[in-house]
């Protein structure tokens, strides 16, 4: 872009020339298929583990605590099962560890095999899962999964924010989102159709994550790697080449020249992971550390897995407990669009602060109605009118996460680094959401056990205090082009103190005035 007359570094995006090709089409589809094979993954396994037949043959002793007759025991405590949980949560700690593998796979070999890695790894994970005859081959093929996405998760967002044009990155960037949400929905969806069947349902469910993994493989396998990568390994003529062909223009020279500048000046950070303990880039490390926490501590995935479960767990029936789960998963989906809508438009912020507000409401709400029923001793059952109250007040709760801190959660953290620490951030993103995401998954039924309808209140304790973070310490980066994010963290109030001057850099140019309304 150019300011007051001068080109800014790889800011330029303005004014790139480009059109959508079918190359930037196809990248799509293929995040896309990553994005569904994460939610399919998120939304299958609550289904599978609330249905009958799965738990007498893996998990007979969950099995025989809910048949029981004339049962007496805890309501809150029917599923807590640390084997039970450990087939959820297994596959986050797998993603986490295979995540770093995959960063150093994607720079020497490039995205396009990092993607292939994935959608085959996961594809033998679908297929032990579908064939699976004991606990153990569930949970090893739930690793196998875990390593997928953990090899998607980190090349698939990097493979789309290099192909697109510059105007497109944030769509895509929530395209991903989507997706996830998504493939959530058809997992649902799936999981209430199998648990019809007379036998196996739960094989079928498992194993129909092999679609999105062929797609996902094949699709890798199609593609062209992006210009970036070719620089990285040295491939510039190939690179100038792939430029022209998914920009769909000969003129290219602006943003390559862009991204050799780029490739050069993030390999003169030698230790992009010391750096970024640097004091002037406190601000970002603090809030990349604080969002996915966050994010995971909203209690979101309470409802995302165990649904079904935790319907049941309120006695609700098999097929109204699945039931919920596709309702659910279908408002996911559909909150998810007026985030994509709005955010550009409105901000991050005010998503932030009504999305955190809703949520805390429902979360006060729900956990009053379920004490009301169930009270501390977890003995009673719900009334049709109640069971709806509870069930429409998670969709609403639902759908405040959905157009927040889901797709902000994502966001957010990689649009505020500079580029050279840029990446090293994002992983450090993506581990500990997926640590939180395996906390939670291995904790809830636990916690729901000993805190039972308090836990609702804990998690909405936790939307308190992040949303009176945010209205703090977030900043708006709304329309802010990624190249002079400094210069918000430099006008903030608090974080101010932290930029010195000279890393605002040539943004001081611009005028000072539009970014002076993100102070608090
Ligand atoms: C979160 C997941 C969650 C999903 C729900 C994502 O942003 O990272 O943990 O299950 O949203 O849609």
Redesign the pocket.
Known sequence: MAVGGIEIGSGNGANYEARVTPFVVIACLVAASGGLIF?YD?GISGGVTSMDEFLQKFFPKVYAKHHSPGRIYNQYCTFENHLLTLFTSSLYLAALIASFFASATTRAFGRKISMTIGGLVFLIGAILNGAAVNVEMLIIGRILLGVGIGYGNQSVPVYLSEMAPPKLRGALNMGF?MA??IG?FAANLVNYGTAKMKHEGWRVSLALAAVPAVIMTIGALCLPDTPNSLIERGKKEAAREMLQKIRGTANVDLEYSDLLEASESSKRVERPWKQITERKYRPQLIITCLIPFF??ITG??VI?FYAPVLFKTLGFGNEASLMSAVVTGLV?VFA?LVSIFTVDKFGRRILFLEGGIQMIICQIAVGSVIGSVFGVSGEGSFSKGMGNLTLGLICVYVAG??WS???L??LVPSEIFPLEIRSAGQSVNVSI?MFF?FIIGQLFLTMLCHMKFGLFYFFGAWVVVMTVFVYFFVPETKNVPIEEMNRVWKAHWFWGKYIPDDAVGLDHHLPSTSYNNQNV
Do not use: E, V
């Open positions: 939610g998120i989102q996830t949400t959530i994010q995971q979101i995935n995302m996911n998810t996460f959905a801190w889901g797709p959660g994502w959401n995401t």
